[in-house]
């Protein structure tokens, strides 16, 4: 099983831009998440999917993040525009329960 | 508002000794419980999981958990130097609708 994957691996980017981060989850897995870690809070939950279908959002910190899942094996996350209080490492997991989870190798995202 | 709180350390440990992690978290309604082991620079692993009051043990690792005290621990047995790592507590309802919550995490050093 080749894990959860995640691209790009590492993004630097300057403010404003539009960041895309994307996700393949572990075949057969159902549950999808997005997290945000960063030294001061930690890791966050953002949003969660069951089944392609997101059930809580309430973690997207603002309207500029959002966050698709348009079959079960492709996920993504969007920042526009993008701040450089958004600089963080972004993890993606899976599991086939939503209390099972395996993190993706993540994305550092640098926002200059 | 969910909190899972963790002392971070660094505790440090001499090789062979029993490192205890300690957790606490503030909602009641949280019904399963984990710990994950990061490596810097890498994604968090689950090592553990418990969902009942008492003592779960795997090779050298043994979770503890007393939902009376809203209290989660781990214990490590004979600490080993590739035992160095942040151990982070997450803690989800039961489902996990809300996804995982977690505590910052604790920084342990086995000195050899």
């Given amino acids: 099983d080749a894990g959860v994957i995640q691209s790009p691996r590492h993004e630097v980017t300057e403010m404003g831009q539009e960041v895309t981060l994307r996700c393949k989850p572990i ?3 159902n549950s999808l998440f997005w997290y945000r ?21 309430s973690g997207m910190p603002e309207d500029r993040f959002s966050a698709k899942m348009p079959n079960a ?17 972004y993890f993606c997991a899976s599991g086939l329960t939503t209390d099972t989870q395996y ?8 926002v200059l | 508002q969910k909190e899972v709180e963790q ?7 001499p090789e062979g000794a029993i490192a205890s992690l300690n957790c606490t978290y503030s909602d009641r ?5 984990f710990w994950y082991r990061q490596y810097s620079g890498k994604s968090p692993e ?17 979770a503890q958990l007393n939902k009376a005290s809203q209290y ?41």
């Avoid at chain 2, 689950?46 to 043994?62: A, H, Q, V």
């Fill in chain 1, 103 to 110: 993190f993706g190798p993540g994305t550092r995202l640098t």
């Fill in chain 1, 73 to 89: 094996s492709f996920s993504t996350l969007k920042i526009q525009p993008s701040e450089p209080r958004d600089s963080a490492v």
């Fill in chain 2, 46 to 62: 689950l090592i553990m999981s418990i969902y009942s009051n008492g003592d779960k043990e795997d090779g050298r690792f043994t």
């Fill in chain 2, 72 to 112: 989660v621990s781990l214990l490590i047995r004979d600490s080993q130097p590739s035992d160095s790592a942040t151990y982070l507590c997450a803690v989800a309802r039961a489902g996990g609708a809300d996804g995982l919550t977690f505590g910052k995490g604790t920084h342990l050093i086995i000195q050899p």
């Fill in chain 2, 29 to 33: 309604g949280s019904q399963s419980f």
């Fill in chain 1, 27 to 29: 075949s057969g897995h």
């Fill in chain 2, 7 to 13: 002392n971070s350390g660094p505790l440090s440990v």
């Fill in chain 1, 37 to 57: 870690q960063t030294m001061m809070r930690g890791l966050e939950l953002l949003i969660y999917f069951n089944n392609n279908v997101p059930i809580d959002d």
